[in-house]
């Protein structure tokens, strides 16, 4: 579904920088016992026969455990001790009078590890034996892949962002996005994120929803691909984040980070061509401070934590103006002559055409002014845990977790009061049981939580708020600028049109500054934001080991997830105005409810004074031929908050069950087989509920959107040829479901329409000469728009296909790893993803009628059993529309099946912190090609998981198909940290994080008469190759030494792209804009808009023509796009980050 005008692109705004890589890849050695607690198991032998020794008493302990947990060996020597904290445990072995400790064993968040020992019943009584070999680092019980990520890691290696989910892109097949980092050839918002094990999940998108900062976290668990049965509602990664807990001893920290602009580089410029403002964004500073500590209630039995951390941040946008110029001749040479300003018959070049720097491409400018606008934000992180053991078999936690924030921006491209300003709060609350019952060989693991998030925004300026947001195309800075005031007299007076005898410099030229490539904003605020949206959830889980045929543990449980979403569907002013001054055009765009179609029943004996407009639309039943119209009654909601129709609710229910059996057949063997089952019920907006469709005729319920029977096997196995859990051979087969994120609910099941005018300019009033053409305002109360300009989007509601099912992937992993010397480990794996179905919206009718449904397919034996309903039907009304809709869900199957397969080679190489040294490094060489990136439209900026543009016109699906924004062949990452032990004088740690990936794929857009710019693949997708092969250095250098008993001071500096390349993130695609003009440095154009050269080549473009405003093909050629293929977005720049932390 189309609704580009009403949401924030998140991509190209071109005043951010994207950070340079954003992971580091290695297969984890997880096998998941909780989302927050790890395990110890292995086996007990003597050391000269080998025999199992039964009977051997087990205890882990650690600072990171309030209590010690037990175990005693089966009769084959086997032990487990399982719900153990994240952090390094004593193990220690009892035997009779034997005592064996074995230190330095790391235990993660999910993860097995194994500890076997050989004890020699022939050692002497009392004697306690310390052992120095490390465990092993392999988990082969596990066909997980992915990373944890410990508090070491997150102090030492420099990585930019100071919360989780800047570390995200430790893990194998990872790379950033606009809204976050994906996964395995997955996009961002298919991720699922927890924190405490509590689903935190953004409810609208998909995106992060509580991003806590990094030293309240101990560990973070990565899972990108092989997870077992526990784990769903995801198809890219699942993320595990566990915050530190008090412990028998108090211990915290105060520290603080700050992020200077004096040590940021300066931001290397992306000028946008033919237009008469850039802007360049810098960090002037980001800083934080704050304090945690933990420690005792009651010793052994209750804990506390509390952690609060204040952040601020300030980013500076300079503002350059400029103009071009007439004044130069290209030279035989290839290169331009000197500038003289007069006319070649007087000796100068000045020929009326704006110069063009032929190594470029760029027209040439004159820098008029520099002008700098801040944006400046807040945060505060806040959390609160407790922590209580009735038993050490019986405990609990209740965490309480708050981030309230907010940010004030001015607007870069019109006066600075046309920016906005924003608050939010996130707040988590959970509480958790575990208790251990029969010799620990069950427990249960009860889990609720609560996570809401709120969100709101409004104008900088307060006497704009109750006016429409009006976006100026296609004009003139030196109109713009004097009119409205929000340009300095430099820039007033450079950008002047005087002609000949004038102060004008360039008196020949039309234009000295053109908006061509860059809108000009002012008015109101637009689009009002008043979000809330919350998740009620519930998790019981309960894990029985048992001895037959071996050792299993079976694991089954349940959950339930009730999601909420409060929202707006307001615009400031009760309408968006789009003013294409040059061609003498204004769109306007309102929220509109319908009652009917003229004529229809619902229309008949309305009383509701409401409904007192009229809206008509294209007739598409007969696909444009006739150029009939539809009318409709309808209302113009207001820009009123609270008023009828402005205020959406909605609802969405989650459960599933999993089973699974992890069969250790020998100790060197193991089959891990699970099977999961998930619902999902999407509802109505409230306001719809036990209504009848005043659209469609049907009779609406409570749900929207059934999708049951998602049966999702699972299956691995794994082989250890050393019999000592230091090397593993694995295979997994997993099924995956996609869960539909809450923008679906806003929109298609909260009866969403848009209803665009589109007028000549002269039915809008006397022009005004702030604009130079009429103010789009006054056609805000014109009843008919010029030649019929008129559409509605969803004017004929939204429908279910019938039969559709649920959208879901597949993946293969296999490969090996060996812990070739002690603390490292190699590894190589293969991964495959493939998409099996997809959920999008679709339409066949000219985006009159939009369908929920999966795009390529429908059902036969449903197409039967509406042929059936029609056959048994004598109403000729309801017939008509029966027939309507078999017709339309027919034409589902005209639309290519989305695709999207990832194939990964990953070669991994881990050294675990020992002898002062850590080191993880990896190569992925991965392919991600075809026509669905995801639940992101990286290619228009659209972010509308499963109700994208995407599959919305059959027209627009040619040339799709190929290498997809995610696709990035190579990708090498690097981390290491080394500490220098200088005794009583501290120590130094040297960091490094090293970057270098491919570049993403590029190609050649053009606009869509219905749905706007960057919409038409008028070329195959990645023909015209890829951005650039970038690579980036960070640096982390830290310095601490004690200064007190169990006190220690700690200051550091972490750089950032060290050598300052500002590599190219991204370029303009759009190689046909929306609106071209009649001529370089003209003020007056037309509308273009082209359809897909199937399977065409760049030199074919210059043969494509425009199509009108019914799809139809003209005589007119596309104009190229001025910006095409010039870089519109680089990595950030050089920049470092001070840090100071004193540890007690």
């Known amino acids: 579904m189309n609704n580009k005008l009403i949401i924030a692109s998140i991509f190209a705004s071109g005043l951010g920088a994207t950070s340079l890589g954003l992971s ?74 034997i005592t064996l400790e074995r230190g330095g064993v790391n235990v993660g968040i999910g993860r097995v590890t194994p500890v076997f020992q050989k004890l020699n019943q022939a050692q002497a009584g009392g004697e306690v034996v310390k052992i120095t070999d490390t465990a092993p680092t392999i988990d082969p019980t596990s066909t997980t892949q992915g990373i944890t990520i410990d508090k070491n890691y997150i102090k030492n290696i420099p990585f930019p962002g100071r919360t989780f989910e800047d570390t995200l892109g430790a893990a194998a097949g990872s790379q950033g996005d606009a809204l976050g980092v994906s996964f395995s050839g997955s996009s961002s918002l298919e991720n699922q994120y927890f924190v405490d094990g509590v689903n935190t999940t953004g409810l609208t998108f998909g995106t992060v929803g509580s991003p806590v900062i990094n030293e309240f976290i101990e560990e973070i668990e990565v899972i990108t691909g092989g997870y077992n049965a526990e784990y769903g509602r995801a198809t890219g990664g699942v993320v595990n984040v566990v915050t530190k807990s008090g412990s028998n001893e108090f211990k915290g920290s105060v520290f603080g980070t700050y992020q200077p602009g004096q040590l940021t580089a300066a931001a290397e410029g992306t000028p946008s061509n033919a237009s008469s403002i850039d ?25 506390f934590y509390v952690g609060f951390a204040p952040q601020f941040g300030r980013v500076d946008i300079t503002r350059e103006t400029k103009r071009q110029t007439d004044c130069r001749r290209l030279e035989e040479t290839g290169n331009l002559s000197a500038c003289d300003a007069r006319l070649p018959s007087q000796g100068g070049f000045a020929d009326g055409t704006a110069d063009t720097d032929p190594a470029t491409g760029f027209y040439v400018t004159d820098t008029l002014d520099t002008e700098v606008r801040s944006s400046v934000s807040q945060g505060y992180n806040m959390l609160g845990k407790i922590n209580f053991a009735a038993t050490p078999e019986n405990q609990g936690q209740v965490t309480i977790q708050a981030l309230p924030g907010s940010r004030e921006s001015p ?38 939580g609560w996570h809401r998030e709120t969100f709101s925004d409004e104008g900088l300026d307060p006497s704009q708020a109750n006016k429409p947001l009006q976006v100026l195309y296609d004009g003139s800075l030196g109109v713009w600028g004097p009119g409205f005031g929000a340009e300095s007299a430099r820039t007033n007076n450079g950008c002047f049109d005087g002609g000949p005898g004038s102060s004008d410099p360039y008196p020949f030229l039309p234009n ?17 934001t008043d979000e809330t949206q919350q998740r009620r959830s519930a998790k019981l889980a309960i894990t029985q080991r048992i001895k037959a045929g071996g050792s299993h543990e079976i694991k089954a449980g349940i959950d339930a997830e009730d999601n909420t979403s409060e929202t707006n569907r307001l615009y400031s002013g009760g309408a968006f105005i789009q003013n294409y001054v040059g061609q003498d055009t204004v769109r306007i765009t309102r929220w509109a409810q319908l009652l009917g179609e003229v004529g229809s029943p619902a229309v008949m004996g309305n009383n509701d004074l409401r409904f007192d407009n009229m809206c008509s639309t294209p007739d598409t039943g007969d696909g444009g031929v006739m150029g009939g119209n539809r009318m409709f009654v309808c209302d113009w909601t207001s820009g009123v908050e609270g008023s009828p129709g402005t205020r959406v609710t909605g609802n969405t229910f989650n459960w599933s069950a999993y089973l699974r059996d992890s069969w250790q057949i020998q100790p060197n063997l193991t089959l891990n087989a699970g099977l999961r089952y998930e619902e999902q019920r999407l509802r109505y907006a409230n306001f719809l509920q036990n209504t009848v469709d005043p659209l469609t005729s049907q009779q609406l319920g409570k749900n929207a959107l059934v999708m049951d029977q998602m049966w999702a096997p699972r299956v691995g196995l794994l082989y250890d040829w050393t019999k000592e859990g230091r090397s593993k051979v694995y295979a997994h087969w997993g099924r995956f479901y996609e869960s539909i994120p809450m923008r679906i609910n806003d929109r298609s099941f909260g009866g969403e329409v848009n209803f665009t005018q589109t007028f000549s300019s002269s039915q809008c009033g006397m022009t005004d000469p702030r604009i130079g053409n009429t103010n789009g305002e006054g056609c805000l109360n014109t009843d008919m728009a010029a030649g019929g300009g008129e559409q509605l989007i969803g004017a004929s509601g939204v429908l279910i296909a019938p039969g559709i099912k649920p959208q879901y992937l597949d993946e293969v992993i296999g490969g090996f790893e060996y812990e070739i010397l002690d603390d490292m480990k190699i590894g190589i794996s293969y991964q495959n993803r493939r998409m099996g179905r997809v959920i999008e919206d679709v339409s066949t009718d000219g985006a009159d009628t939009y369908i929920i449904a999966n795009p390529g397919e429908w059902s036969s034996d449903e197409e039967e059993k509406l042929m059936d309903r029609i056959e048994r039907t004598d109403d000729p009304i309801e017939k008509g529309r029966l027939n309507r809709q078999l017709t339309m869900f027919k034409g589902i199957r005209v639309f290519d099946k989305p695709s999207r397969d990832y194939n990964a080679l990953q ?46 016109l059959i027209e627009l699906l040619s040339n799709r198909v190929g290498p997809l ?23 130094a740690t040297i960091g490094i994080r090293l970057r270098a990936l491919s570049g993403v794929p590029t190609n050649a857009l053009a606009g869509h008469y219905l749905y706007g710019s960057n919409e038409s693949f008028l070329l195959p997708r990645g023909q015209l190759g890829r951005t650039d092969f970038d690579h980036g ?112």
């Open 279 to 303: 802007a360049t964004a810098d960090l002037a500073y980001a800083a934080d401070f704050g304090f945690e500590l933990g420690g005792p209630i009651i010793k052994d039995k209750l804990w």
């Open 1033 to 1144: 250095l960070g640096v982390h250098l830290g310095y601490g030494k004690p200064i007190g008993k169990n006190m220690k001071l700690e200051v550091y500096l972490d750089m950032f792209n060290v050598y300052n390349r500002q590599g190219e993130a991204g370029i303009d695609d759009n190689y046909a804009p929306q609106f071209k003009l009649s001529a370089p440095n003209s003020t007056s154009g037309s509308e273009q808009n082209a359809n897909p050269v199937s399977g065409g080549t760049y030199e074919d473009l210059i043969w494509v023509k425009t199509i009108d405003s019914r799809g139809n093909e003209t005589g007119v050629p596309i104009g190229k796009n001025p910006n095409f293929r010039n870089t519109n977005s680089r990595y950030a720049p050089a920049n470092a980050r001070l840090g100071l932390r004193l540890t007690f």
């Open 24 to 97: 580091l890849l290695a297969p984890t050695i997880a096998h998941a016992q909780s989302q927050t607690t790890g395990a110890v198991t292995g086996t007990v032998t003597d050391s000269k026969t080998g025999e199992k020794l039964a009977g051997v008493t087990v205890i882990c302990t650690s600072p990171s455990l309030a209590q010690a947990q037990t175990a005693i060996t089966d009769e084959n020597g086997q032990y487990k001790i399982t719900d153990l904290p994240p952090g390094d445990y004593l193990v220690t072995f009892y035997y009779a009078d």
């Open 411 to 448: 607007g870069i491209y019109g006066p600075a009061s046309s920016g906005g300003k924003a608050s939010s709060l996130t707040t988590d609350v959970s509480a958790k049981w575990t208790s251990k019952f029969n010799d620990n060989k069950t427990e249960v693991e009860a889990v609720i």
């Open 907 to 952: 070669f991994t190489m881990t050294r675990r912190f020992s002898k002062k040294l850590y080191v993880q490094g990896s190569y992925t060489f991965s392919k991600t090609t075809g026509n669905y990136p995801g639940l992101i439209s990286y290619d228009n900026g659209q972010v509308d998981p499963n109700i994208s543009s995407q599959y919305d």
């Open 512 to 528: 000295n500054c053109p908006m061509d490539t860059t809108p000009y904003v002012i008015g109101g605020p637009g689009s009002i």
């Open 965 to 987: 924004p995610q696709d990035r062949p190579h990708y090498i990452k690097l981390d290491g940290y080394y500490t220098f032990d200088f005794k009583k004088k501290g120590e």
